[in-house]
């Protein structure tokens, strides 16, 4: 368990997904730069918190909800967490307060573009879940994202498999604040679209293709 004080940022987990490298870059040495893409989202999570709570039958939005985990020493912000209200009698759920009954926690995560291939969207609203089921002492089965281009939801099953990568994750980031060392740059296509390119360098300082091409022509001689 850690203490309030060892948290470290829930949104820390789609940048470690992404590239540990730009997790170091971004909370080891404060680094930030924006382009489209990051201004694009930053507006669009802003839309996301716009309204407060509200009561639609037996649902209940919530919005820019604090989120924390003691067990994996994280803490963030749900953008929006919708409760879902369960058959009376059924134990299962969470309890509101001034609310009757017992509410299926959701996490829904808004996001730019669409869906990709690696899993920083996934651990990130994983993380967002498990944090809900610490707190409120409740299963959470399923996360949602809600993506802007295709304006739409995706479920999320909050599976063993998935758990296992974000509480992973969650260990590599708190290994990494520990040591204080930014990891070499190892530069991949996925290098092109990162707003931290040109504080990164990775072309520039990603040796491994230099000592290839030198023990190549090492054996050649």
Known sequence: MFTE???LPLSGLQHMAFCERQWALIHLEQQWEENPLTAEGHILHERAHDSATETRGTLVTV???PLHSLRLGISGQADVVEFHALEPGDGAGAVLEDRAGRWRPCPVEYKRGKPKRKICDLV???AQALCLEEMLGAAVPEAALFYATPRRRHAVPVSPQLRAQTEALCLRIHELYRVRQTPAPVYTPAC???SLKTVCCPKVLDRRKDVRAYLARAMED
């Open 5 to 7: 004080d060892d948290l």
């Open 63 to 65: 919005r820019a909800l």
């Open 124 to 126: 990130q609203v994983c």
């Open 192 to 194: 092109e679209s990162c």
